[in-house]
Every structure is written in C-alpha cells, then in structure tokens.
C-alpha cells in the first residue's frame, strides 16, 4: 500500500471549513484514498473514501486531484466534537488483491477545532 | 451507524496472565479485524478473520495471540501469556458489508488492557 503524508497539526476556527491535505504521490490505478478519524482514545471512525472521484457524505467532502497524488478532506463546518486525530490513508482493497482489512494508520493530523 | 461492541472496556491483568478480550462484530458479517494501539502510538493491525479462519495476520500477532469464534456472533482474541509490553488498546473492528470490497471499516470503542 502507498504511503501519505499529512502534517502533523492543524488548528481550525469553530463554524469553519476544515481542509485537511494528504500527500501521496506513490497511490497506484486502483488504490482508494479513505479517511479514518480518532478521538481521543476511541476506536478509530470511517470518514469516507475515494477513488479518483469528488465524494461527499454526511460527514465530509473528499476531493482527489486529477493525478490523484493527493487529496483534501473537507469538514464544511467543524466543530469542537471534530477535534480528532484525522488519518489518511491509502489500500488496494480485497476487490483488487489486496489485504483484507489491513488498514496501515499513519501518525495522522491532529485537528484542533478551537471556539 | 453500524455498531461493533467489545467486553470488557478496561481489564487490568497480572503478568503471564492469559485474558480473552470479546468482540460482537456487526451482524452477518463474517469478517472481522483486530487492531492495537499502544499508549501514545499508531493504530497497528493485528489480524483478519474470516469464516473461522485467519487470513490475514501481522508480525505482531505471534504465537501467544490467538482468535476465536466460540459462538454464532461472538469472536474472540486471546492472549496466552501477558508481558507488560502487551498493554494497549485493542480494538476490533468489521467490514462495511457482508462480502467487503473495500477497506471500510467500523472499530469497536476498544478494550484497554493493562498488564502489571
């Protein structure tokens, strides 16, 4: 599975847009972009995933570049609920042999939603 | 949301100890994953099963872990013999459908096992 790379904080304003980018230039044709975030010591929580498409959910906007090197994770209004460690990343998914289930969690982004 | 659901949500254990952390994945779905987390570090994959049978596992899970289904809904991952380094959070987690086909994933809020 290719690699990303997010920074590893970012503070955002309660009400506002949260953009969270995520690098990863190595994602091969039929690799899926998902986003996983955790709060505070809970079990991580699906977001949503891509594959070369704009997504949106109830959650979040995912929006993938063209080449799809990289990708931001929209939250249109966060809140002081979405203070999370946000995770990108990238699999090949058992549909294409890849792993079943094994999702590889980087140190992801600390978002800090502030009042 | 799809509810996956551990027992007991905080275990303290003696070392050399052998405890059994439950799982109750969404229902019907034959997969389900377990995942630690260690105080402070990553969320690290530990091993797939399916339909009674390991598919997938990492380096870490080596010969003192061991999973189970002992009944129709209930899985179970079982640590032989504690060391102190096998504190953590452990999470399981299923698919977002019955035959997944992709990685989408639902956690359990995780049981904190402590080792002393």
């Known amino acids: 599975d290719a690699k990303t790379t997010q920074p590893t904080s970012m503070d955002c304003a309660e009400g506002r847009a949260a953009n969270l980018p995520c690098n990863h230039s190595?994602?091969?044709?039929?690799?899926?972009v998902y986003w996983y975030r955790q709060i505070h010591s809970q079990g991580p929580q699906y977001i949503i995933h891509?594959?070369?498409n704009n997504e949106t959910n109830e959650m979040a906007s995912l929006i993938i570049t063209e080449d799809r090197k990289s990708s931001t994770l929209i939250l249109p209004h966060a809140t002081l609920r979405d203070t999370a460690v946000y995770y990108c990343?990238?699999?090949?998914?058992?549909?294409?042999?890849?792993?079943?289930?094994?999702?590889?969690f980087g140190k992801g982004t600390k978002l800090s939603v502030k009042p | 949301e799809p509810e996956v659901t551990q027992t007991p949500s905080h275990q303290v254990t003696q070392m050399g100890q052998e405890v059994i952390l439950r799982c109750v994945p969404i229902s019907n779905h034959l997969y389900f994953y377990w995942y630690r987390q260690i105080l402070g570090q990553k969320v690290e994959f530990l091993v797939s099963?399916?339909?009674?049978?390991?598919?997938?596992k990492s380096e870490i899970f080596d010969d003192q872990f061991s999973v189970e289904r002992p009944d129709g809904s209930n899985f179970t991952l079982k640590i032989r013999s504690t060391k102190l380094e096998d504190s953590a959070m452990y999470f399981c987690?299923?698919?977002?459908?019955?035959?997944?086909?992709?990685?989408?994933?639902?956690f359990g809020q995780g049981t904190r096992l402590t080792v002393v």
């Open positions: 891509g594959l070369k």
């Open positions: 099963f399916y339909n009674n049978e390991i598919s997938e």
């Open positions: 987690a299923s698919p977002g459908q019955e035959k997944p086909l992709n990685t989408e994933a639902f």
């Open positions: 190595t994602i091969s044709g039929n690799e899926y």
């Open positions: 990343i990238v699999s090949l998914g058992p549909s294409y042999g890849g792993s079943q289930g094994n999702l590889i």
